[in-house]
């Protein structure tokens, strides 16, 4: 069963950093295109940060100048770096993974990874 697995959330004081991850599991399949999303409680989810197959970036233009996407091609993983964490950021973080198998393309999406931000 393909999966999405994600870590690197956790409890962090305003101005910390975090580093997510979000790596591909039961699958040869290589991720092409990636990205981050969070729903803080009562809120829908919203985008934070997507990178494409030729490494084109795009973010929310709250996390701008704060967070850094990136994939790693050799361990298969679509990364999020946070830094100057603010309370606002607290939310369950989502990564959102294309995979290209040998019968084609497939999106999936992770289990959620709680991050919060204290002020």
């Known amino acids: 069963q393909v999966r999405l697995v994600e870590s690197g959330g956790g409890l962090v004081q305003t101005g910390g950093s975090l580093r997510l991850s979000c790596a591909a599991s039961?699958?040869?399949?290589?991720?092409?295109?990636g990205g981050w999303y969070r729903q803080a409680p009562g809120k829908q989810r919203e985008l934070v940060a997507t990178i494409n197959s030729a490494g084109n970036t795009n973010y929310a233009d709250s996390v701008k100048g704060r967070f850094t996407v990136s994939k790693d091609n050799v361990e298969n993983t679509v990364n999020l770096q946070m830094n100057s964490l603010k309370p606002e950021d607290t939310a369950v973080y989502y990564c959102n993974a294309r995979i290209a198998h040998t019968f084609g393309y497939r999106d999936y999406w992770g289990q959620g990874t709680q991050v919060t931000v204290s002020s």
């Open positions: 039961g699958t040869t399949g290589k991720i092409t295109d």
